[in-house]
């Protein structure tokens, strides 16, 4: 299950970031930013990494800030909202089963620690 979310956000990472690239050809540094990280968070997505989830929650955001903010017909935007919707939860729960694990209690502790 996590290689499926992990490539079903990458999928949603590079479909938002074609669409931000065809979206804005004259390259404001906003949209240039937004590319660059997007290529980054899809490469540390697909590796696995904590810090590529993280990346595609950020962008998840963003895009949707930028949909909101820009867009007057939100119906013609819907599949890009639902994009950005779907990179959100995919990350959310990257984000959660990749935490660290609680230290299990030693067995052999006689009187746990308050």
């Known amino acids: 299950m996590k290689t499926f979310l992990q490539f ?11 669409q ?10 906003v949209s240039a930013a937004l ?7 899809s490469y540390l997505t697909a590796r696995g990494r904590r810090l590529g989830h993280s990346v595609g929650l ?6 949707l800030a930028e ?19 779907t990179l959100g939860g995919c990350s959310v729960v990257l984000l959660w089963m990749s935490r660290g694990a609680s230290p299990a209690d030693s067995p052999y502790e006689r009187h746990p620690h308050s």
């Open 8 to 18: 079903l956000a990458v999928a949603c990472i590079c479909l938002l970031s074609w």
């Open 20 to 29: 931000q690239a065809a979206l804005h050809r004259d390259w404001e540094p």
């Open 35 to 41: 590319v660059f990280a997007g290529v980054t968070g």
């Open 58 to 63: 950020f962008l998840s955001a963003g895009y």
């Open 67 to 85: 949909v909101f903010l820009r867009v007057n017909d939100l119906g013609a935007a819907s599949p890009l909202i639902a994009w950005a919707l």
